[in-house]
C-alpha cells in the first residue's frame, strides 16, 4: 500500500509565486520521521529536512518552510517568492521505526517548474 | 568529508551482460540499501543490509543481487540486464538501522540505460 501520497505530479508556476507541494502519509507507528528531498535536473537527491513525528513544530528556512499535522497525516512544504532555480521534482519520504522492513517510503515526486 | 559513493555515474549496457554498480560510504554507516528511481513511482528499495552478510530483499529484489562482505562496501549486480531495469539508481547509507533514524546519505546516483 501507498505510504506516502504526493497527488501534485506536477506544478508550474511564475517566478515570485508562492508554491505548496503536498503530502499525505500512512502509518501506524507512534514514532517515525518525514523527509523532504529536492532531485534538480542533475539527478542528486539534495535533503531538505526531516521532522520526528513528536516534533509538529512548523519550520521555516529562509524562503522554504514546512506545515506539518499529525491529524491529518500531512507535511506540505512551501516556497515563497519561488526562482527559477527551485524548479526540481521534490519528494516526501516516511521512516517508521517499526515493521521488518527498514525502509525509507517515498512519494511518487512532484515536478515543480518556475518560469521566468 | 561524509559521503556515499557511486560508480559508474552512467552506464550504457546490452542485454544479458553482467554489470555491477559499486557504493561505498565512508561513514562506518551500519545500514545501507539500493533504490530506483523511475518516473511517477518515485524511490523504490531493491535491497537492504543491516550489517556485514546481512542482506534483505526491499520492495523489487528481482534481477538483482548484493553482496555485503566489508561495511563499507554494497554493490549491486545485475546478473542478466533486461531493458526493464533501465533506471535511475540510488545508494543510500545511515547510521541506525533504519534508513532515516539517524541521518540518511544518499549517493550521487547511476544512469543506468539496457538496450
Known amino acids: 500500500a501507498q505510504k506516502v501520497t504526493q497527488a501534485q505530479t506536477e506544478i508550474s508556476v511564475v517566478e515570485k509565486e508562492d508554491v505548496t507541494l503536498d503530502c499525505v502519509y500512512e502509518t501506524r507507528d507512534t514514532t517515525y520521521y518525514l523527509f523532504w528531498y529536492k532531485q534538480p535536473p542533475s539527478g542528486e537527491l539534495v535533503f531538505l529536512i526531516r521532522r520526528n513525528s513528536f516534533d509538529e513544530q512548523n519550520e521555516i528556512s529562509g524562503r522554504y518552510s514546512w506545515n506539518f499535522q499529525k491529524s491529518t497525516s500531512s507535511f506540505n512544504f512551501t516556497i515563497t517568492a519561488s526562482q527559477v532555480v527551485d524548479s526540481a521534482v521534490y519528494f516526501c519520504a516516511l521512516s517508521e521505526t517499526g515493521g521488518n522492513n527498514n525502509d525509507m517510503r517515498f512519494g511518487a515526486g512532484t515536478r515543480l517548474t518556475v518560469k521566468p | 568529508e561524509a559521503q556515499v559513493t557511486q560508480n559508474p555515474r552512467y552506464l550504457i549496457t546490452v542485454t544479458g551482460k553482467k554489470l555491477t554498480v559499486t557504493c561505498s560510504q565512508n561513514m562506518n554507516h551500519e545500514y545501507m540499501s539500493w533504490y530506483r528511481q523511475d518516473p511517477g513511482l518515485g524511490l523504490r528499495q531493491i535491497y537492504y543490509?543491516?550489517?556485514?552478510?546481512?542482506?534483505d530483499k526491499g520492495d523489487v529484489p528481482e534481477g538483482y543481487k548484493v553482496s555485503r562482505k566489508e561495511k563499507r562496501n554494497f554493490p549491486l549486480i545485475l546478473e542478466s540486464p533486461s531493458p526493464n531495469q533501465t533506471s535511475l539508481y540510488f545508494c543510500?547509507?545511515?547510521?541506525?538501522?533504519?534508513?532515516?533514524?539517524?541521518?540518511?546519505?544518499f549517493g550521487q546516483g547511476t544512469r543506468l540505460t539496457v538496450v
Open positions: 543490509s543491516m550489517n556485514v552478510e546481512v542482506t
Open positions: 543510500a547509507s545511515s547510521g541506525g538501522f533504519t534508513l532515516g533514524i539517524t541521518e540518511a546519505f
